[in-house]
């Protein structure tokens, strides 16, 4: 009764998210961090907004959004003949923005940590502000930047107000695990959704028992 | 302090003595339109206060039998409440109050339904919404339908799943979907007139929509009286005529 | 030669306050910057190394010019060749001891210097340690082999033995000392400490309200009564002709202090009179 169709799916889209998130997030906590000007406390805020805001927010928006009916779903069509409603890359867009938070704030909350003096040493050293976060300041947060992999991808992995507004429920594209259970029940078939949803429940139990199990060996190898 | 406690309870009982009697309905998405003019016309006589739950048929008959606190069950199929009455929740045998037909519909300005269905082959058409054939009649309908014409294969990768027929018409008024299947009765309300065009498909060429409506159990509990006078009231010749006019086919 | 010329507004915990300040160092020379606490000492050794912009000014090294407000010209830290000591050390926990020096030369420089400054500094025995099981005084050896280890043109040397203990203060002073010998550096060092000014600077150089108020040899700077520099000690012995010895930071010194104290007292000393 069950396919493994959704749980791949859920897979796919949770390990993509986290990749193309710590590709951007990396950079933008680092840049997040320090001196605070107007323009960074107002960036600030729009990436903590997907914390407080509901995922019908996000979905209802990038429902307009990505309309043919309405300008950059428009030009999007016209120009590269992409739809993103009902697709596989838009639910990566939207989870891309619902889980940003979850990268971000504990990589920042990592890098502001760090004693500025350690940035300014390896300048001083004549590296790059690239060789500087790369060789010094990630390698100094390990426990930050696991815990914002962990919490994306678990994040990615329970979403479902977004794809419930977005996707359509279209197999192999857009029916994740979770949309695949609330269908189940809805249809009356509690044996498969018990089967979905207790997958996922192992599955977050698992992923968040190995990143606290992590966190704390770190903890203890600081002072040996 | 138990001064001010005891004055609130009498102020909430109060209250609740004042409230005017109230019933709920669990409503098929399809009727939406429409049993807000059945309770604007209700209301004309009897001033019970009537508060509605809309979903589709599925999705609120799996609430029903989850103990949702409903007094009337309105779907827009006879199995659903059918399966009420076998679980033994309904106080009497369901009736069917109309009958619903389906249409194809779309919003995007350069596309025009046809009652073949041919162009949802076209490759200007990307995408198709549908109903969850699962839990919303109109789904089921939809799937029937394409089947019979032997499209359902050559389709099935650009049909896109609406929990229930809102949704699906939503995907549709938003140009999200560049076609879609719905029910007459959301296309002719006044809500989506004049947004894009619709045509009605051959009633022969899938299995009837009639739709039927249930007294629940729930309604002993609560209002009896209130929900059967409005139960009879669905099956009402007033009742009828607004089945008529958001196009149902009424026997 | 370096000269520099620095303004800036800073924002104090005390409200603005305008640095302003004109200098020329002689190569070679260990430079001492002496002042209160929030006297400006640490901003200018930040705008020395490029990790605060002045508003105003010129800094030149040898001809070079690392920075002037008028063209507009300004050299990144990376590209200034500074050694910077921090007060906290500012050691990458994520490296070993040699793995710290090893980081401050570039992809292909030979990695000799670095066993020699492990042998200087006394850290050979402890090369593979990691930061965090090195005491405060070994730290304070890596901070400063890590920071010659590229043959800066300039050291900067922020309150560097503020936090370590005398014992080790005095060990380190010594190494600090060779090392700029050495190495013929050029050295700045921000300190409050008359002990540590004496013992290693050729010039000190007074900073007041964000200004430089004196620039001569720390001889002549504590004999002419200024008495902001002041020991602290306490008697150990005194004898009826008032010849005490007070300890010191550690050291015992012998003077006469006259008749009026008694053993265990705790005393005050100006700079000039131990001179």
């Known amino acids: 009764m069950i396919e493994l169709a959704p749980l791949w799916l859920t897979l796919k889209l949770a390990l993509s998210t986290t990749l193309i998130l710590f590709i951007i997030a990396v950079p933008l906590a680092n840049w997040l961090t320090g001196d605070k000007g107007v323009f960074k406390v107002v960036v600030q805020t729009i990436v903590s907004m997907p914390l407080v805001l509901p995922p019908t927010v996000i979905g209802f928006y990038l429902l307009l959004a990505f309309s043919p009916a309405n300008w950059f779903g428009h030009w999007l069509e016209q120009w590269f003949n992409i739809r993103l409603v009902f697709s596989f890359s838009g639910l990566l867009i939207a989870s891309v923005i619902y889980s940003f938070p979850f990268m971000v704030h504990p990589i920042q909350s990592g890098l502001s940590s760090l004693s500025p003096s350690l940035k300014e040493a390896s300048y001083s050293l004549g590296k790059t502000k690239w060789q500087t976060l790369s060789k010094v300041l990630l390698p100094n947060i390990k426990p930050s930047l696991l815990t914002g992999i962990v919490l994306t991808f678990a ?37 498969s959704a018990n089967i979905y949803a207790g997958i996922l429940l192992a599955l977050s139990f698992a992923i968040l028992l190995l990143l606290y199990s992590f966190n704390r060996k770190m903890q203890q190898a600081r002072f040996y | 302090m138990n001064k001010i406690l005891l004055a609130l309870l009498l102020a909430i009982q109060t209250l609740s003595l004042w409230a005017q009697p109230k019933i709920t309905v669990a409503v098929a998405a399809n009727m939406q339109y429409t049993i807000q003019e059945l309770i604007t016309e209700y ?15 599925g999705k609120l008959t799996q609430q029903i039998q989850n103990g949702a606190p409903f007094d009337i069950f309105i779907s827009a199929d006879k199995e659903f409440p059918q399966k009420l009455a076998e679980n033994k929740l309904t106080l009497e045998a369901p009736k069917v109050y109309a009958q619903g037909l389906l249409v194809l519909w779309s919003a995007r300005p350069n596309i025009q339904p046809t009652k073949d269905l041919k162009l949802l082959l076209g490759s200007n058409i990307k995408n198709i919404a549908i109903a969850n054939p699962k839990t919303a009649p109109y789904g089921h309908a939809a799937e029937a339908i394409l089947k019979k014409y032997g499209l359902y294969d050559k389709v099935s990768p650009k049909l896109v799943t609406g929990e229930s027929i809102s949704q699906t018409s939503q995907f549709i008024v938003t140009q999200n979907a560049d076609i879609g299947f719905t029910a007459k009765s959301i296309v002719i309300s006044k809500e989506t007139q004049g947004k894009g065009k619709w045509v ?17 159990k729930h309604a002993k509990q609560n209002n009896e009286a209130a929900a059967k006078k409005f139960y009879t009231f669905l099956y009402s010749a007033k009742a009828k005529t607004i089945y008529n006019k958001f196009g149902y086919i009424v026997k | 030669m370096i000269e520099f010329s620095l303004q800036k507004n800073l924002h104090t915990a005390e409200g603005e306050m305008q640095l302003h300040v004109t200098a020329k160092i002689e190569r070679g020379q260990f430079v001492s910057l002496y002042g209160a606490s929030g006297a400006g000492k640490t901003s200018i050794l930040r705008m020395l190394a490029g990790f605060m912009k002045p508003d105003n000014g010129y800094i030149k090294v040898d001809h070079t ?8 010209n300004y050299l990144e830290p990376q590209q200034r060749r500074i050694g910077f000591v921090f007060q906290d050390y500012a050691l990458f926990p994520n490296m070993n001891v040699r793995e710290n020096l090893l980081f401050a030369l570039g992809k292909n420089e030979p990695t000799n210097i670095v066993d020699e400054l492990l042998d200087v500094t006394g850290l050979t025995n402890l090369a593979a340690r990691k930061i965090q099981a090195l005491s405060g005084g070994q730290q304070q050896r890596v901070a400063l082999a890590r920071a010659i280890a590229k043959k800066p043109a300039i050291l900067l040397l922020d309150e560097p033995l503020s936090a370590i203990d005398s014992v080790m203060r005095a060990q380190l002073q010594d190494t600090l000392r060779e090392i700029h010998k050495r190495y013929a550096l050029t050295t700045i060092l921000v300190s409050h400490n008359t002990d540590e000014i004496i013992k290693l600077s ?27 520099g002041t020991l602290t000690g306490n008697i150990v012995s005194i004898d009826d002709n008032g010849n005490a010895v007070v300890l010191i930071d550690n050291r015992l010194l012998h003077i006469n202090i006259g008749g009026k104290f008694n053993v265990n007292d705790k005393v005050k000393i100006k700079a000039n009179e131990i001179m």
């Open chain 2, 43 to 57: 209301n004309k006589t009897d001033k019970t206060k009537i508060e509605v739950v809309l979903g589709a048929s």
């Open chain 3, 202 to 228: 050729d010039v000190v150089i007074q900073l007041e309200q964000g200004r430089f108020t004196r620039q001569t040899t720390p001889a002549d700077f504590f004999r002419n009564g200024n008495d902001t």
């Open chain 3, 65 to 72: 010019e690392w920075y002037n407000g008028l063209l507009k």
């Open chain 2, 200 to 216: 009605e498909l051959n009633a022969q060429d899938y299995p009837p929509i009639e739709q039927s409506a249930a007294l629940l």
């Open chain 1, 155 to 191: 994040h990615t992995v329970g979403e479902f107000g977004v794809v419930l507004m977005i996707g359509g429920n279209v197999p192999n594209k857009t029916r994740t695990a979770s949309i695949a259970i609330y269908d189940e029940v809805d249809a009356l078939h509690y044996h």
